[in-house]
Structures are given as C-alpha cells and as structure tokens.
C-alpha cells in the first residue's frame, strides 16, 4: 500500500514537495516512480529512481526542475518540484514496481492514491 502526502497549490515559479510512503517491507527491491495526469488526459511518466537509488530518470518536460529521492529507511519516496509551471498541474501518482524500473505505466504493481498539484499562473 502506497500512502502520498503533500500537493496542493501553488503560484508559477513555486515548489512543492510531494511524498509516497510504503508500508511493504520490501520496499528496497522496489523501483518507484511518478506519473501525472491532467484532466483529459492519459497517464504520464513524470520520473523514476531505481531500487538501490543508482539511477534516476526524468520526463524531459520535468528534467531540470523535478528531483526525485527515496530513504528507504522510512519506506518513503519523494519528488521535489520546483519552478512549477501551469502545465504541470495534474494529479500526481507514485507507484512501484519490483526490482527493475520503467516508464510504462502499465509495468508498475502498486500504485498510490493521488494528489492533486494545482500550478496558478
């Protein structure tokens, strides 16, 4: 079960700091990743961090600007975002897949609930 915190609204040019936390305790051998969706639209990738946080992976349109982290001694992942724009409001997810990441949707095992990310221009 993934449980996310954290979203809410914000002015263009702000942060946010969005979090998942995992009650599984394999958490470690899972890859995490985040995806958005905007209303009418389908499900994207947004980033991913490998199960041993070797690698991270970022949407272009996020590169730059979005972080994503894990401490995998709280079963927790987060995604730093800053200098937000109006395009990135959508909900936000978190997901885990075991062991190897991805960018597909469809590849993830566990998906959070969603939190809304509203970016005021």
């Known amino acids: 079960q993934l449980v996310q915190s954290g979203g809410g609204l914000v002015q263009a040019g702000g942060s946010l700091n969005l979090s998942c936390s995992a009650s599984?305790?394999?958490?470690?051998?899972?890859?995490m990743g985040w995806f958005r969706q905007a209303p009418g639209k389908e499900r994207e990738f947004v980033a991913y961090?490998?199960?041993?946080?070797?690698?991270?992976y970022y949407a272009d349109s996020v590169k730059g600007r979005f972080a994503i982290s894990r401490d995998n001694a709280k079963n927790t992942v987060y995604l730093q975002m800053n200098s937000l724009k109006p395009e990135d409001t959508a909900d936000y997810y978190c997901?885990?897949?075991?062991?190897?990441?991805?960018?597909?949707?469809?590849?993830?095992?566990?998906w959070g609930q969603g939190t809304q990310v509203t970016v005021s221009s």
């Open positions: 997901a885990a897949k075991y062991y190897r990441a991805s960018y597909y949707p469809a590849d993830y095992d566990y």
């Open positions: 599984q305790r394999t958490f470690s051998s899972y890859s």
């Open positions: 961090i490998t199960w041993n946080s070797d690698a991270t």
